[in-house]
């Protein structure tokens, strides 16, 4: 059978694909307008029965009293809480594991322990909730305990301690990468003039990849911000002015699952709060995302 | 020139001052650093062997096979783990096709123009924004919009607005596309990754041939790009498996005694009629003619039981309930989607949670035992994504 290799092929078939393969990418666009959309609208509605003045100045968080105040300040201090003790876990551990990978293991224990490590934040976080409640704050109970501080059940340090352990891996293995960018010509450079590996790390090493480790720190951060069932489970979901870790206290995320953990009726002012704190924890992970974004930009070192 | 100070001369060959307490500094540090690495696997370690030792022993046959219940002792995941199954389903039915597709787009045909600039930033943005808010988009779209036709769609035709209002809601297909958006990043991403990889000569080559640009890509790059793509699918579809607060955003259920899926055996119960809220017929009058499709038993609004064979045509008044047995094809129907698609459900982490919150340590402990099941699952689909992954790194050498 001859056949005919002069024939064209339909073009047409190219022109579908390209358009679908589009679609297929423009969908990201609209999951983002799709998130900004329902967020802002429902919280238009509450804005209108609620002044922005009372939602950011009053320090009273009660939207299912009688009569209900609605000042975010208390669920903003839990949120800031927690991801405060989160960072004082996984900022020293994360980069101590990055700048031993980095500038001291050898290849083999670096390829072992960094997919190990990665493992951590594979953890589902509910399973994480469970083990913050009922392994870490019995543990830090009986540690506090003779120091003469009554760590309640619910407490937003273990919450954090927790969140600090899931985050080691978003801040160790991308600063871990941004310093193994470093070229190997300015190590050689520092050992040149005399300086042990330890000063090399320090003195060269991280300044020139600072903007890849503040850029994995924020990352890390703005998980913790957004993490919901650690703290729903262990941090207690009492919205107060949190001013220590030991206290219970609820986040933003974390009133959000409680007020959808009950019925949910459509259009009151208490659906429509659930909201307004969502606008208010976009506004925070949007924000720490273009802070990151603009210091890479701003102290990116380019070789 | 002044002669040379004789303090100033050194013997540069000899060791400079204070050179022992640099490097013991650098020995010390490998300490911390082990001791920090330690630290972060160690809680891995912990974190097993604590959930083994609170729920070790209730990991049984029946915790798989049974429902949950508030006898701790008789409680399991059965309707937890076939949710998660049917979620997990359709989340890799809209999440699989879309990522890759995005992905092939943003790498081999995307222009350099603002469009392309704005899905970038999109793409990057949705990976950093947090899952419940994920659940409070799909409250608004799926739950609210979608699922209440009759509010929003009062124009479309009856059927239609049945159709939406079974669908949509509180329902596994809402689940299952809320956690496919809340993936396509993941899966964006890798995808993009695994076929940058792939070098310029082989698409190079297929053009001279004749090859059109899918054509190329298909045949082509696709291939060579699959076990990276095959590692972003797995890690996406493990973290939407431990995802919980976007589920509890959209009203997973905490308490569910029934599958959305039919077993043969199960006991299957059919209504006749409008019935009001105390399951009376809102018409005692009207009747309706059914055939019957199983033998079973009928029973009547005076609860008197009418026993029917398959087949039969009876007049029925409107309040009966038939009963029967479901049988092997019955529950083979039941696995069409249209039938479990719009069906509320739970899942293992929502399970998880419920039994978390519950004081009685009996609860606890089941609580654990889903817990092992759940990190056993997503340990081991990471653990298969770092072994393909580091598999690929040996394997391919261009």
Redesign the interface.
């Known amino acids: 059978m001859e056949r005919d290799f002069t024939k064209k092929k339909p073009r047409w078939f190219e022109g579908a694909m390209e358009g679908l393969l589009f679609a297929a990418a423009a969908a990201a666009i609209a999951i983002v307008l799709g998130i900004v959309y329902v967020v802002v609208s429902e919280s238009t509605k509450f804005f209108a029965q609620v002044s922005v003045i009372e939602f950011l100045t009053s320090t009273t968080w009660t939207p299912l009293f009688d009569n209900p105040q609605y000042g975010i300040a208390p669920l903003l201090t839990g949120t800031f809480m927690s991801t405060l003790v989160a960072l004082a876990v996984a900022v020293p551990l994360g980069l101590l594991v990055a700048i031993y990978l980095s500038e001291f293991a050898g290849p083999r224990t670096r390829e072992t322990i960094k997919p190990t490590l990665e493992l951590l934040a594979a953890v589902p976080t509910v399973v994480y909730g469970y083990f913050a409640l009922l392994f870490v704050t019995p543990l830090l109970q009986g540690w506090l305990r003779p120091f003469g501080i009554e760590l309640p059940s619910f407490n937003l340090l273990s919450a954090g301690m927790v969140m600090g352990l899931m985050i080691i891996p978003y801040i160790a293995s991308l600063s871990e990468d941004a310093m193994r960018a470093v070229p190997r010509s300015m190590r050689e450079g520092s050992y040149a003039m005399g300086a042990t590996r330890l000063e090399t790390a320090f003195r060269v090493v991280v300044p020139a990849a600072v903007s890849g480790v503040v850029g994995a720190i924020i990352l890390g951060m703005s998980r913790a911000i957004g993490e919901t069932m650690i703290v729903v489970v262990a941090g207690g979901q009492l919205p107060q002015m949190v001013t220590s870790p030991t206290q219970q206290g609820a986040t933003v995320t974390a009133f959000i699952a409680q007020v959808a953990l009950g019925d949910l009726p459509f259009g009151t002012l208490e659906y429509n709060s659930i909201f307004a704190a969502g606008l208010a924890l976009l506004v925070l992970t949007l924000m720490f995302n273009f802070v990151a974004f603009w210091l890479q930009r701003r102290y990116r070192e380019a070789y | 020139m002044t002669a040379i100070d004789a303090q100033q001369v050194r013997d540069i060959t000899a060791h400079?001052p204070g050179l022992a307490a640099?490097?013991f500094?650098?020995s010390a540090?490998?300490i911390?650093?082990?001791?920090?690495?330690i630290?972060?696997?160690g809680?891995?370690v912990?974190?097993v062997t604590?959930?083994f030792t609170?729920g070790g022993h209730r990991l049984t046959m029946a915790f798989f096979s049974s429902f949950p219940s508030s006898e701790p002792a008789q409680a399991g995941i059965l309707s937890a783990w076939v949710g998660s199954l049917l979620v997990i389903f359709t989340t890799a039915l809209f999440a699989i096709?879309?990522?890759i597709?995005?992905g092939?787009?943003?790498e081999e045909?995307?222009p350099k123009n603002p469009v392309t600039s704005?899905?970038e930033i999109?793409?990057?943005?949705?990976a950093?924004?947090?899952?419940?808010?994920?659940?409070?988009?799909a409250?608004?779209?799926f739950v609210?919009f979608l699922g209440?036709p009759n509010r929003w769609f009062g124009f479309l035709p009856q059927g239609f607005r049945e159709a939406g209002a079974d669908l949509f809601g509180q329902s596994i297909l809402t689940a299952g596309i809320t956690l496919s958006?809340l993936i396509?990043?993941v899966i964006?991403v890798a995808t993009r990754e695994a076929v940058r990889g792939v070098p310029q000569e082989i698409r190079h080559a297929a053009l001279a041939v004749g090859a059109?640009?899918?054509q190329s890509t298909q045949h082509h790059v696709l291939p060579y790009a699959l076990p990276g793509v095959v590692t972003g699918v797995i890690?996406g579809i493990?973290?939407a498996?431990?995802?919980?607060?976007p589920l509890?955003?959209i009203?997973g259920l905490?308490f569910v005694a029934f599958l959305p899926i039919t077993r043969p055996g199960d006991a299957t119960f059919e209504t006749i009629g409008v019935l009001d809220e105390y399951g009376a017929a809102v018409d005692p009058a009207a009747t309706e003619t059914v055939r019957i499709a199983h033998d079973g038993v009928v029973v009547l609004p005076d609860f008197t039981e009418l026993p029917v064979q398959a087949g039969e045509t009876v007049d029925l008044p409107h309040g009966s309930t038939g009963q029967s047995v479901a049988t092997l094809g019955d529950s083979i129907g039941s696995m069409n989607p249209a039938h479990w698609l719009g069906q509320e459900f739970t899942v293992m982490?929502i399970q998880?949670?419920n039994w978390?919150?519950r004081p009685q340590a009996e609860f606890?402990e089941i609580?654990?035992a889903a817990?092992i099941v759940?990190?056993f699952i997503?340990?081991l689909?990471?653990?298969t994504a770092?072994y393909l992954?580091?598999r690929l790194r040996k394997s391919i050498k261009w």
Do not use: C, H
Request: glycine letters at 10%; hydrophobic letters at 55%.
């Open positions: 400079p640099r490097k500094k650098d540090f490998i911390w650093g082990i001791v920090a690495t630290i972060g696997l809680t891995l912990t974190l604590d959930l609170d096709p879309i990522g597709l995005a092939i787009y943003l045909y995307a704005a899905i999109a793409v990057n943005n949705l950093g924004v947090p899952s419940i808010l994920f659940g409070l988009m409250v608004g779209i609210q209440n958006l396509l990043p964006i059109t640009k899918w890690i493990s973290r498996l431990g995802e919980t607060a509890i955003m009203g905490t982490p998880m949670f978390t919150s606890l609580a654990a817990g759940l990190l997503t340990l689909m990471n653990g770092i992954r580091y």
